[in-house]
């Protein structure tokens, strides 16, 4: 690959403390141009020690997680016990924009370099901390991992099969999501710093951040009193049971049969494909499906429509139901596996993967996705940092200062910023609620005609456009700005909104933009500062860019739904199509930077986000380990390669659970003692994780019958004084009684026009001289309109009038 040295974020100076919780976000900070300077304790990183090793043997440089993770830094070896290096971290903290930290809260301020301290010798410095729980609160001081980070957010207890324990995915997803939202919080707090002179503490919570997998639960759940159930491969939708993943001749697919009216043409292809082979029963080809409506079906119709799309499925390969989803728009794809992913074609149209320059280990070459979002501001510039070869410090100049700076705030960090937003669903409008949480003016461009889907995904048929509780928690601090964009007349009110936006973000179809007019090409002429973002499942450009698809497709294809579930079951997929969680703040994440990088340069920019190549980027890992080793890593339950036990375990009540991981043998102990040592437990091989990994199930299987018969609050808590990683697996209800979120605001209260009192969720981030802001629910569909169009265009008012009438305003 040839090397490409500029970036968004050339020049900025970051220091990475993190442990394997915050690797990615330093790897996305790098990718995007800034000079991350990795410190390791003496010995390295522990991440270095985790296989599997590119050649078998475990070498500090050869561990595919540090590859992965860690991905265009530079390495230094500080010793934090030692004043000598102390001093050294303070002196380049002293050079720094931005230090990232994982330590538990508090532990840096024993030896003198705390982000109060570190900010007292730098008051520029952006100290970002990412933790488990957070920083402060009853949970804030408390041991954490990916599962038990997952147990706590409701995630885990809603995915898996109901008659067995909740499941996470194979990879530490909640590491990926906190990578990005730290990302986020840090260029927020870097935009602050432009208005103010001064850095803050930035604070990110992985259990508050997984919250947002959930696809707004834990909010409806506080309506309508539920706690979540599992439904493995299944969808509960009302009364019924849906089938979504489905076998097929050599794999699993995914197939919906709800999703509102997007699905229709879809189904009726499906049904035509299925006929031209001789397999569409009159069950299907009489039905009228113009007006489906998944919502109003009752258990007998699902399965008299299930059953022979099943059998169909069967006769036909992965590849075959994929080829005919793209040539005729099917919903439909597979659940793919790293061969499948390393082999696509529009991932190999759109250059995703690379071969980095000093990268031959044991004689192997590896592929690295290039990055988050095909934009050349953003790219992977070299390989990990090898333990033997440390840097001196910065060599770089330092991040530039803004051309112009702007006004220091009075209401959010972002307040003065005009966001245009034409998008539904979560890609587009969950990117935009960083930016309106925290004071920027964001307009929803939709129409009775083209209604955002949430606003019908879950309609009864009365057609209440307002009533719906999954619009309204997404989309909150927004205005709503009715326009028909099928008329002439409303697309020229759209190009004037164009003209007035600082950023414009848009998730159709590709193409619909370029169609109206509205490319970036076009509109760069008029607007160069415009700052635009398409993010759509596969991309702009690419053979498979027409394909359609909701997050269940992006997280089928992007592999992680083959990398959840148990090996004697189909695959299942995180609950809440992952894609839709990871893409929004790799969206935001970019338009944060270009923001910065308008501001240095006056120039603005146009980023394609694929929502599928956010989910590949994170499992860099993944891919990057079955091409050191030639094996699949696919579901394998709760189980960790590295760790034993570790799993979710029963305790007394109806489903209920407790996650726990033992990551060493000094855990083991402890839980042994807590355990009182049962004589199961004293085998000599259980002293080592090697040994317990060997006996794995015997080990769960005595774990298991200690924990069966104990109240989980009441064990969860012995196992945290005893200081092991465990958690309870929180379900909606308990979600919305924990304290850790209560502490730190997670659920705050609005009052909708039609839907009344509801609670609304923060994000992941706090920061610490910027507090989040709920100032208005989400709008009612074209309730802004006359404000809109009146008063930031300076329409008059008759104008306004017969533009109304005329349903181009509505």
Not at 322 to 341: F, G, I, K, Q, S
Not at 574 to 585: A, E, W, Y
Not at 652 to 662: F, K, P, Q, T, Y
Not at 716 to 728: C, F, N, R, S, Y
């Amino acid at each position: 690959m040839t090397q490409n040295t500029e970036g968004c974020l050339t020049g900025l100076r970051v220091l990475d403390l993190t442990d394997e919780l915050g690797h990615f976000a330093g790897r996305i900070l790098a990718d995007l141009g800034a000079e991350v300077i990795k410190i390791e304790p003496p010995g390295g990183d522990p991440a270095r020690r985790k296989g599997p090793f590119v050649g078998g043997e475990p070498q500090p440089d050869h561990g595919v997680q540090w590859l992965a993770r860690n991905a265009g830094k530079r390495g230094l070896t500080l010793d934090l016990r030692v004043p000598a290096d102390v001093d050294r971290l303070r002196a380049l903290a002293r050079e720094a924009d931005v230090l990232i930290e994982s330590f538990a809260p508090g532990e840096l301020d024993r030896v003198g370099v705390g982000p109060g301290a570190l900010r007292d010798l730098n008051p520029r410095l952006v100290v970002c901390s990412i933790t488990p729980f957070g920083q402060g609160g009853p949970a804030g001081g408390r041991r954490g991992s990916d599962l038990t980070a997952i147990a706590s957010s409701g995630n885990l207890f809603m995915t898996g099969d109901a008659d067995r324990a909740p499941l996470r995915c194979a990879f530490p997803v909640s590491h990926y999501h906190s990578g990005a939202e730290a990302a986020v919080g840090i260029l927020t707090a870097l935009w602050d710093r432009d208005r103010t002179g001064h850095g803050q503490h930035v604070d990110v919570s992985l259990q508050e951040t997984m919250l947002v997998t959930l696809m707004s639960h834990p909010s409806q759940a506080w309506v309508l009193k539920y706690r979540g159930q599992r439904s493995g491969a299944h969808n509960r939708v009302g009364e019924t049971v849906q089938r979504e993943i489905w076998p097929c001749k050599d794999g699993y697919v995914t197939f919906a049969l709800r999703g509102g009216p997007a699905r229709i043409p879809g189904l009726i292809a499906l049904v035509n494909y299925m006929d031209e082979h001789g397999m569409a029963p009159a069950v299907l080809k009489e039905r009228d499906w113009k007006t489906y409506n998944h919502n109003r079906l009752t258990q007998e119709e699902v399965d008299a429509i299930a059953a022979p799309i099943a059998a169909f499925f069967r006769t036909k390969t992965m590849r075959e139901l994929y080829d005919t989803a793209c040539e005729r728009h099917l919903m439909l794809a597979p659940a793919n596996t790293e061969p499948e992913v390393l082999a696509s074609r529009q991932l190999a149209a759109r250059d995703f993967f690379v071969e980095l320059d000093g990268d031959a280990h044991a004689g192997r070459r590896f592929h690295y996705p290039v990055s988050f979002a095909n934009w050349p501001l953003t790219r992977i510039r070299h390989t990990a940092p090898a333990l033997a070869r440390p840097v001196a410090g910065f060599s770089g100049g330092g991040f530039a200062p803004p051309r112009q700076a702007p006004p220091p705030r009075r209401g959010g960090i972002y307040e003065g910023l005009k966001i245009l937003e034409f998008g539904a669903g979560a890609a587009a409008p969950l990117a935009t609620r960083y930016f309106g949480d925290q004071g920027a003016t964001v307009i929803k461009i939709e129409s009775r005609q083209r209604p955002d889907f949430l606003r019908v995904l879950r309609d009864d048929g009365s057609g209440k456009l307002d009533a719906s509780l999954f619009f309204a928690i997404l989309n909150c601090n927004k205005l709503s700005a009715g326009l028909n964009l099928r008329d002439p007349r409303g697309l020229d009110l759209a190009r004037r909104l164009i003209g007035w936006a600082d950023v414009v973000i848009e998730n159709f179809a590709p193409g619909v933009m370029q169609k109206w007019g509205f490319d970036y090409e076009r509109l760069k002429g008029d607007h160069p500062g415009l700052i635009m973002v398409s993010t759509c499942l596969w991309g702009q450009t690419g053979p498979e860019r027409a394909y359609p698809g909701f997050g269940g497709q992006g997280s089928a294809l992007a592999g992680y739904n083959y990398l959840t579930g148990w090996p004697d079951r189909e695959p299942l997929g995180p609950f809440g199509t992952i894609t839709d969680s990871l893409s929004p703040r790799f969206a935001a994440t970019a338009i944060a930077a270009a923001l910065l990088r308008r501001a240095r340069t006056g120039e603005g920019a146009y980023i394609d986000v694929s929502q599928v190549e956010t989910g590949v980027y994170c499992l860099t890992e993944w891919l990057l380990g079955y091409e050191a080793t030639g094996r699949t890593a696919g579901r394998d339950g709760n189980r960790s390669a590295h760790a034993a036990p570790h799993g979710v375990f029963p305790v007394a009540g109806e489903d209920r659970w407790i996650a726990l991981a033992v990551h060493d043998d000094g855990d083991w102990a402890r839980l042994r003692a807590v355990m009182g040592r049962p004589d199961w437990a004293a085998r000599a091989d259980f002293d080592t994780v090697a040994g317990r990994l060997r006996a794995v199930e015997t080990v769960e299987k005595g774990v298991a019958e200690w924990t069966a018969s104990q109240s989980a609050e009441a064990l969860v808590a012995t196992l945290l004084e005893a200081g092991l990683d465990a958690a309870l697996v929180e379900d909606m209800q308990d979600i919305l009684g924990d304290p850790q979120l209560a502490h730190r605001g997670h659920f705050q209260r609005l009052n909708h026009p039609v839907i009344g009192e509801h609670v609304v969720e923060a994000n992941g981030i706090r920061f610490s001289a910027s507090p989040h802001r709920f100032t208005r629910p989400a709008p009612c569909l074209a309730a802004d309109s006359a404000y809109v169009y009146g008063e930031i265009l300076g329409l008059p008012r008759a104008e306004l009038d017969e533009l109304t009438a005329a349903g181009v305003l509505s």
